[in-house]
């Protein structure tokens, strides 16, 4: 089934408000996290919500996806350079599955040995 993703970032942000009701500390320690990084200014908002991506990606967090491509295509990210963002989280995550079947050979070796 195909996702709306305009549908989902509204019912999310609606369920987030919830949870900022319940517990403002959650929200506002969450947000100072995500501002954090832009006040030191060493990465323009773009390259920030493209590595964002790539995360969301690796995470598998459909709402780090919505949030994230609304927020890379309002500061001016192309479909390019979204695509190579992805193939950087592509890559590293083949990486890393690359790795961790070597320890996985490792732990089998030292269960036959």
Not at 64 to 73: F, R
Request: with cysteine.
């Amino acid at each position: 089934m195909m996702l709306d993703w305009n549908e989902y970032r509204k019912q999310l942000t609606t369920t987030i408000g919830d949870i900022a009701r319940t517990s403002p500390d959650i929200l506002r320690g969450y947000r100072t996290l995500s501002e954090a990084g832009a006040k030191t200014g060493k990465l323009d908002a773009k390259t920030r919500e493209l590595i964002a991506l790539a995360v969301a990606v690796t995470l598998r967090c459909d709402g780090c996806i919505t949030v994230h491509t609304d927020a890379a295509a309002k500061n001016g990210a192309t479909q390019e350079e979204l695509v190579e963002a992805l193939g950087v989280a592509i890559t590293v995550n083949a990486g890393a599955a690359l790795v961790y079947s070597a320890r996985t050979i490792d732990a089998f070796a030292e269960k036959k040995a």
